[in-house]
């Protein structure tokens, strides 16, 4: 896939070429049923965002308009429906998603890494906060699912959201057990102000991966070297 295209297909706009799967929209009427469904709870769905995701598609060549209509003193709207191109690209970038694990950065990941920087006390209001916080997403999501149940929803369209139960879930355990690791003193908390010093000193100490195969092999050739030069020694 070009990286123009890929760079187009955000999660909006793939949102966005889902639904028109099911027949020609115009973007009002897309928002509306991306609300009906809460999308938000999986895309970033800003107010105008859309919209602009819409005419990137269009001029890509994803979609194409099919009317532009106006009711009574309503602003105009353009419906769109998807191209063969639309298709072939939405099912091209799907399975690259699902295939190639892609490089993330969640924030919760840079702040552990720096959790050593808070007050051992502070630290621990903060992961407890937040342990409170999953508790409640985690019940949410679980009444959500109840009711996804009750009106019959054929599962594979809304499989997604056992994916954020599931993600949820692992991020509160894995929490859960950081807080216990720290109360029991099983992690050491650093003290003084030179803590910061202290993670520089040991990552310092802490080789990398890569530095250590190649003094490997540097240590390899200079075992070889020295085993010639004793051989040469003897025969000389």
Known sequence: M????????????????????????????????????????????????????????????????????????????????????????????????????????????????????????????????????????VATTKVYIEDLTRRNIEKMYWIDVYSQLAMTEAELAWTAQLIEQIESEELRWPTGCGAGSTVGEALRIVPDPAERRAEGSRGDESTDESATESTQGVAG
């Open 2 to 137: 070009p990286p123009r295209t890929r760079a187009v297909l955000t999660p909006l706009a793939l949102t966005a070429l889902e639904l028109l799967h099911e027949g020609p929209m115009h973007p009002y009427e897309m928002h509306q049923i991306m609300r009906t469904r809460e999308t938000a709870q999986v895309v970033k769905l800003a107010p105008g965002s859309l919209y602009h995701t819409v005419e990137r598609l269009a001029e890509h060549g994803l979609i194409e308009v099919v009317e532009t209509s106006r009711e009574g003193r309503r602003p105009e709207r353009t419906t769109y429906r998807i191209t063969e191109a639309g298709r072939d690209s939405f099912a091209e970038r799907v399975r690259e998603i699902i295939a190639e694990p892609a490089k993330e950065f969640p924030i919760y990941h840079v702040g552990i890494g720096m959790l050593h920087s808070l007050d051992r006390d502070d630290a621990l209001v903060q992961l407890h906060r937040r342990a409170v916080d999953l508790t409640g997403k």
